[in-house]
């Protein structure tokens, strides 16, 4: 297995040298320079982007920006940073990229590049599994009385404002502190991309928190960099094709996604929510 990443790689870098006959745009040059790709991520988005307990930053889009380090022949630095800071970072130069479960949206796609879509995914509600049964949509949280929470500068508190003006809104600093909410009981929803959702209503099952099936919205997750660079914008959606046709891109998601044993690198007050399924 590890030999056939290795040469998987190597190939895949082989590839893009062959598109890219030089180094050239601000943020490349900068890469070659320091012979480090920076990627800023906010880590309170399992599965794409958690901390671990011994403090590293994992998930789904974290192996997306090892994997494109290692095409690159670079080393990979991880910054973590809070969602509603990261593009603000990413305009000042202080990151190459962010990857981050951020949704390629018209506004912000008028001020970043974007690569991708990685992954396709939408909002979902998390609730109690009591008040679930007696819900028959996202539709029937828009009324008065009943609290909704979502994270802050995110298109869930976008979602909030445009599908459930009649709720009471409630905006967390980000998504885990929305959960949290939920499970203090101090709100009777959360509405969150359906990747966080899915894994929340796994972990923490327990405790009665359930997601809804399906998202009911659309949205693609991209790389968002400096508008400044379009060969790097090209550099990293001919990468995202290739992780595609490979199928690396799949395994990725069917081990990020399907397969739980990665929560076991958690923090101990989340492995032992696990624990306790």
């Known amino acids: 297995m590890i030999k056939r990443l290795g040469l998987w790689l190597a190939m895949t ?25 920076v990627v800023g991520t906010d880590p309170t988005y399992p599965p794409l982007t958690a901390k671990a ?19 690159l022949g670079v080393k990979l ?3 973590a940073i809070p969602f509603v800071e990261l593009l603000s970072a990413l305009a000042q130069g202080e990151v190459d990229l962010a990857i981050s479960g951020i949704t ?9 590049m974007f690569a991708g879509p990685h ?17 028959k949509g996202p539709a029937s949280l828009n009324k008065p009385g009943i609290k ?25 600093a980000n998504q885990e502190a929305a959960l949290k909410l939920l499970l203090a009981r101090q709100v009777q929803a959360v509405v969150a991309d359906f990747p966080f959702c899915a894994v929340a209503s796994f972990r923490h099952r327990d405790r009665g928190v359930v997601a809804t099936e399906k998202p009911f919205t659309f949205e693609p997750l991209g790389i968002a960099m400096s508008p400044e660079d379009p060969l790097l914008h090209n550099l990293v959606q001919n990468f995202i094709l290739l992780l595609q046709g490979s199928g690396r891109l799949e395994a990725m998601q069917n ?18 929510a696990l624990r306790a399924r």
């Open 77 to 79: 630095e991880i910054k």
């Open 13 to 37: 870098a082989l590839l893009l040298g062959l598109a890219l006959p030089a180094w050239c745009g601000p943020t490349l040059d900068r890469i070659q320079e320091r012979g480090v790709l």
């Open 255 to 272: 081990k990020w996604f399907k397969n739980p044993d990665w929560m076991k690198l958690l923090p101990h007050e989340d492995l032992a």
């Open 148 to 172: 909704v929470a979502a994270a802050k500068d995110t298109t869930s508190e976008m979602v909030l404002k445009d599908l459930l003006p009649k709720a009471e809104h409630v905006v967390a």
């Open 53 to 71: 307990a011994d403090g590293t930053i994992i998930g789904y889009e974290m192996d997306l920006a090892r994997y494109l380090a290692a095409a």
């Open 119 to 135: 992954l396709l995914a939408g909002q979902s509600v998390l609730t109690s599994r009591e008040l679930a049964l007696k819900l």
């Open 104 to 112: 390629i949206t018209p506004k912000r796609n008028a001020k970043f």
